[in-house]
């Protein structure tokens, strides 16, 4: 069976781990896979995505923004021409899909809808609940486009989601689909590049400074991922006394997204106010290989977003036996076992601070909860658990016995 991924850009991020990862496990049990993206740079990407997928790039051409504005819908009209390039491109060949993948933007699926192909919508969280209303002129912007988000999303043949809290987000925000049927598919976690043999030495991330705790932050760097929540925490933790603690802030990191640059030098900006820039290194884009380093060198990882659709640095960090400090909101609450892989606080300085402390003043703890931690991450969110998943889903779509002729 061929199967095609519509994705807007195949960058770094969650979102991008799940749709590599989606095709790998496909890809694994017999299926011809391409990719088609408006841009993929080879710089920044996931490595599996440099040969061992197909990748296809079309439409870079097109604005990402218009004067810094309109991502939104510069987005809808990338994925929309993504669609029209498969629909003359592929539709009348060989290389006709018989399965389209799409996740993020749905707007697409009109146009895809044409070549008469089961869809497959994976919505990672509602677009429209990620926008804050901050005034009537973008409400009325936005009305046309969040409708058009939903109408797009019901023409789906298939909609899959990534937890359970963003199954309820989901009929929560799309009204007029609350009885449709959802299937959940977990992200997985990518455990052969984590057992793989250390490459490099800590030395080589030229940490700010070294000391036997360190903590670590790994996330985008955007503003909704709360990354200045761990530097309030390190700064609580260096008042109650704790000297010998450090932070490593590290990320996805893309010069051409204005946030990720913004941000970066508010996070640093915030760090000098706090007094503690000294006790933080700040790593933008970290490779696989540094990213293993990191977490098998903390004491603990601090997840900071709130209301995050799943998470998989959890997983990740769970993995490497080491415990997670996250918010009580959205996908840890799925992920993470309060008190036994980790802990679950309110999304407060203290709160997050007081967690540290316990695995700053007992190393003990911090093995027992890494090791039932890794339990956990094998148990449930390995990538044969994600891949068996997935085929009883695509199963739904393409029964095996219509499958075995294509």
């Known amino acids: ?207 700010t400074k ?22 309030k925490a390190l700064a609580y933790v260096i008042s109650c006394g704790e000297s010998d603690v450090h932070l490593v802030i590290a990320g996805g990191y893309d010069e051409a997204l204005p946030e990720n640059v913004e941000h970066f030098e508010e996070l640093q900006q915030l760090a000098e106010e706090l007094h503690v820039a000294d006790r933080i290194t700040f790593l933008r884009s970290p490779s696989d290989a540094q990213k293993q380093l990191l977490l098998y060198h903390c004491c603990g990882v601090l997840y900071t977003p709130q209301n995050e659709h799943f998470g998989i640095v959890p997983l990740e960090a769970m993995y490497m036996r080491r415990p997670v400090i996250a918010t009580n909101t959205g996908g840890p609450l799925e992920t993470i076992k309060d008190d036994s892989t980790g802990f679950l606080c309110e999304s407060t300085p203290q709160a997050f601070g007081d967690a540290m402390l316990k695995l700053c003043r007992d190393r003990n703890l911090v093995a027992e909860l890494g090791e039932e931690g890794r339990r956990r991450v094998i148990a449930l969110f390995s990538f044969n658990s994600f891949q068996q998943r997935l085929e009883k889903i695509i199963d739904k779509l393409v029964p095996p016995q219509e499958n075995a002729g294509k």
């Not at 969040?146 to 989901?170: G, H, M, P, Q």
């Not at 985008?220 to 530097?231: D, G």
């Open 210 to 231: 070294n000391s036997d705790t360190t903590f670590l932050s790994l996330n985008r760097f955007e503003r909704k991922k709360e990354i200045s929540l761990a530097i």
């Open 1 to 207: 069976m061929r199967v095609t991924f519509v994705h807007l850009d195949l960058g770094i991020g969650g979102a991008e781990r799940l749709v590599v990862d989606a095709g790998l496990a496909l890809k694994k049990a017999g299926h011809q896979i391409e990719f088609i993206t408006s841009h993929h740079d080879q710089a920044h990407c996931f490595p599996e995505t440099r040969g061992e997928l197909h990748v296809t790039v079309c439409g870079d051409w097109l604005p990402r923004s218009i004067l810094g504005k309109f991502y939104v819908i510069c987005s809808i009209i990338r994925m929309i021409y993504l669609a029209l390039y498969i629909r003359l491109a592929r539709c009348q060949s060989a290389l006709k899909p018989d399965l389209i993948f799409v996740d993020q933007v749905s707007h697409c699926i009109p146009w895809l809808k044409l070549m008469r192909v089961p869809i497959l919508f994976y919505c990672h969280h509602p677009d429209c609940v990620l926008v804050q209303k901050k005034n009537t002129l973008r409400d009325v912007y936005r009305w046309p486009i969040n409708w058009f988000e939903e109408y797009s999303t019901s023409l789906a043949d298939l909609i899959v989601v990534n937890s359970r809290y963003t199954e309820k987000v989901f009929r929560k925000t799309f009204r007029r689909l609350a009885k449709t049927q959802l299937e959940v598919l977990y992200p997985t976690v990518g455990l052969a590049l984590y057992d793989a043999p250390m490459q490099g030495d800590l030395n080589d991330i030229a940490l």
